[in-house]
Nanobody, 125 residues
Framework: QVQLVESGGGLVQAGGSLRLSCAASGRTFSGYAMGWFRQAPGKEREFVAAISWVGINTYYADSVKGRFTISRDKTKNTVYLQMNSLKPDDTAVYYC??????????????????WGQGTQVTVSS
C-alpha cells in the first residue's frame, strides 16, 4: 500500500522558517525523483521543488527559488523541504510525491496520484 506522510507544518510569522518532512513507504521510490507541491485555498495544486534520485540535482519554482531547499535521505526514504524567509503567499497545504523520472524537473501534479494528507503551513503577516 502506498503511503506518504508529510509533517512539520505549522503557524509561523513572515520571515520565519519551517522544515517539512515526507516519509515514504510501501512503494518503489528507488530510482525516482521526489517533489514537493502545495495547494492554497481556492487554487490548484502547484509544483514547488524537486530533487533527483541521486540527490544532487534540484529544481525549484521561481516563487520559492533562493528561499526553499529540498533534500532527501535515501536510507530513510525521506525527503525534506527547508523553507526560509517565509511569506504569507506561501500559506498552503504542502504535499510530497514521487516524480515520473529520476531527474529533477518541474513535475505537473496533475500527472500524479496517491497523495498523502499533506501538512498545513500558515504564514502570518
Amino acid at each position: 500500500q502506498v503511503q506518504l506522510v508529510e509533517s512539520g507544518g505549522g503557524l509561523v510569522q513572515a520571515g520565519g522558517s519551517l522544515r517539512l518532512s515526507c516519509a515514504a513507504s510501501g512503494r518503489t521510490f528507488s530510482g525516482y525523483a521526489m517533489g514537493w507541491f502545495r495547494q492554497a485555498p481556492g487554487k490548484e495544486r502547484e509544483f514547488v521543488a524537486a530533487i533527483s534520485w541521486v540527490g544532487i540535482n534540484t529544481y525549484y519554482a521561481d516563487s520559492v527559488k533562493g528561499r526553499f531547499t529540498i533534500s532527501r535521505d535515501k536510507t530513510k526514504n525521506t525527503v525534506y523541504l527547508q523553507m526560509n524567509s517565509l511569506k504569507p503567499d506561501d500559506t498552503a497545504v504542502y504535499y510530497c510525491n514521487r516524480g515520473l523520472t529520476a531527474s529533477a524537473t518541474m513535475i505537473s501534479p496533475k500527472l500524479l496520484d496517491n497523495w498523502g494528507q499533506g501538512t498545513q503551513v500558515t504564514v502570518s503577516s
